[in-house]
């Protein structure tokens, strides 16, 4: 059982670079999520998805896009990269919106260093 | 935004040692949970808690909701160096399920 699988594990980009972040879960899960993770800052909310076709913001949105055309997938976009960008960035996965009975699924991480 | 602070931010001790871990907030939770996470990966949950007062058990981790639902401790009895890694918290807000707020982590470190 994979879970939720991210690749790449690793990149550099150069500042004005883009590319992308992709994202992939084999639960039939409806939301997925992405955070960023920076020392001493805990987990942030990029964007998440309640499904198919329907995106929406989260804490700190500016300088990504994303798209969910599929269940299983939600790749996260960095179009011109700056080095505030440089993070770990996780992507998860839950069945439904009720946090209590519904927990989180974390991939591994890409950990981006833009320079 | 809902803030949930946790602290200690680092804690280093020695095996067989008793630690806790504080997460605090001005807000009100649906609930609260609890992640480890260790070095290159993703965070693991460890336990949620709903109910105001509700204490859990997880072998030697004991976590605690606040009676008011704004905050939460984790106890772990006779630490292990298995027990080493990042400890987030992470609370729904009663108004956006969806939405988990994290703390910033306890960093902790068991040595042998």
């Known amino acids: 059982n994979a879970g939720v699988t991210q690749t790449p594990k690793f990149r550099i980009l150069k500042i004005g670079q883009s590319m992308t972040l992709q994202c992939a879960q084999d639960m039939n899960h409806n939301y997925m999520y992405w955070y960023r993770q920076d020392p001493g800052m805990g987990l942030k909310l990029i964007y998440y998805s309640v499904g198919a076709g329907i995106t929406d913001k989260g804490e700190v949105p500016n300088g990504y896009n994303v798209s969910r055309s599929t269940t299983e997938d939600f790749p996260l976009r960095l179009e011109l990269a700056a080095p505030s960008q440089t993070s770990v960035y996780f992507c998860?996965?839950?069945?439904?919106?009720?946090?209590?009975?519904?927990?989180?699924?974390f991939g591994n991480g890409t950990r981006l260093t833009v320079t | 935004t809902q803030l949930l602070e946790q602290s200690p931010q680092f804690l280093s001790i020695q095996e067989g040692e008793n630690l806790t871990v504080y997460c605090n907030s001005s807000s009100v939770f649906s609930s609260l949970q609890w992640y480890r996470q260790e070095p290159g990966e993703g965070p693991v949950l460890l336990v949620t808690v709903v109910t105001g007062g509700e204490v859990k058990k997880l072998k030697r981790l004991t976590f605690q909701f606040g009676d008011a639902r704004k905050d939460s401790s984790l106890h772990i009895t006779a630490a292990q160096p298995g027990d080493t890694g990042l400890y987030l918290c992470?609370?729904?807000?009663?108004?956006?399920?969806?939405?988990?707020?994290f703390g910033e982590g306890t960093q902790l470190t068991v040595n042998p």
């Open positions: 992470a609370g729904a807000p009663e108004t956006s399920g969806s939405r988990l707020t």
């Open positions: 998860a996965s839950s069945y439904g919106k009720s946090s209590y009975n519904s927990p989180l699924h």
